[in-house]
Antibody
Framework: EVHLVESGGGLVQPRGSLRLSCAAS????????MNWVRQAPGKGLEWVSYISSSGKTIYYADSVKGRFTISRDNAKNSLYLQMNSLRVEDTAVYYC????????WGQGTLVIVSS | DIQMTQSPSSLSASVGDRVTITCRAS??????LGWYQHKPGKAPQRLIYGASSLQSGVPSRFSGSGSGTEFTLTISSLQPEDFATYYC?????????FGQGTKLEIK
C-alpha cells in the first residue's frame, strides 16, 4: 500500500526557515517523480514544486522560486522541501504527492508563518 | 501559465442527485487532467486520471469526460460520503494548475 507521511511543519517567524520531509513506503520511491502541493487556510490547492525521479529536473511555482528548494534521497525513500525567507502568505498545509500526475497524497503538515 | 476555470464554485444537492462539475483550460491540455476529492483534515484523493479513467477503488458512480479544453466530472447518484470539495488539476505543463474548487453541500 502506498504511504506518504509529511513532517517538519510548525510555527515559524517571518523570514525564518523550515525543512519539510515526506517519508515514502509501499512502492519503489526511486522510480517516481514527486510534487509538493499546498493549501492555505480557506483557499484552494496550489502546486509548489516538482522533482524528477533522479532529482535532475526540478520546477517551482513563481511564488516560491528562489526561496524554496526541493530535493530527495532515494536511498532513504524521502522527499524534502527546504523553505527559506518564509512569508505570512506561505502559511498552509503542505502535501507531498506521488508521480508526475499526483496520484497519491500524504495527509499533510501544517506550516504557520507568524510573528 | 495554463488557467483552469472550474464551475460551479459551490453546489447544493441531495442524496441520489446527479451532479456535474466542469473545468475549462485556457489552452489545450490533451487529456492531462485529474479530478480530486478533498475532505477537511484528510489527504486529497484522486478519483479520475487521464480525464476519463477511474482510479482503482473509486466507486463507479464517479466518471470523467473531455479532452483539450473542456472537462467534466459527473457523480451519477450522490451518496452521503460524497459531500466534499472537488478539484481538477492540469498536469500537461508546469506550472501545474488547479481549478478553484467546487464545494458540494447537502441540500
Amino acid at each position: 500500500e502506498v504511504h506518504l507521511v509529511e513532517s517538519g511543519g510548525g510555527l515559524v517567524q517571518p523570514r525564518g526557515s523550515l525543512r519539510l520531509s515526506c517519508a515514502a513506503s509501499g512502492f519503489t520511491f526511486s522510480s517516481y517523480e514527486m510534487n509538493w502541493v499546498r493549501q492555505a487556510p480557506g483557499k484552494g490547492l496550489e502546486w509548489v514544486s516538482y522533482i524528477s525521479s533522479s532529482g535532475k529536473t526540478i520546477y517551482y511555482a513563481d511564488s516560491v522560486k528562489g526561496r524554496f528548494t526541493i530535493s530527495r534521497d532515494n536511498a532513504k525513500n524521502s522527499l524534502y522541501l527546504q523553505m527559506n525567507s518564509l512569508r505570512v502568505e506561505d502559511t498552509a498545509v503542505y502535501y507531498c504527492a506521488r508521480g508526475y500526475n499526483c496520484g497519491y497524497w500524504g495527509q499533510g503538515t501544517l506550516v504557520i508563518v507568524s510573528s | 501559465d495554463i488557467q483552469m476555470t472550474q464551475s460551479p464554485s459551490s453546489l447544493s444537492a441531495s442524496v441520489g442527485d446527479r451532479v456535474t462539475i466542469t473545468c475549462r483550460a485556457s489552452q489545450g491540455i490533451r487529456n492531462a487532467l485529474g479530478w480530486y476529492q478533498h475532505k477537511p483534515g484528510k489527504a486529497p484523493q484522486r478519483l479520475i486520471y487521464g480525464a476519463s479513467s477511474l482510479q482503482s477503488g473509486v466507486p463507479s458512480r464517479f466518471s470523467g469526460s473531455g479532452s483539450g479544453t473542456e472537462f467534466t466530472l459527473t457523480i451519477s447518484s450522490l451518496q452521503p460520503e460524497d459531500f466534499a470539495t472537488y478539484y481538477c488539476l492540469q498536469h500537461n505543463s508546469y506550472p501545474y494548475t488547479f481549478g478553484q474548487g467546487t464545494k458540494l453541500e447537502i441540500k
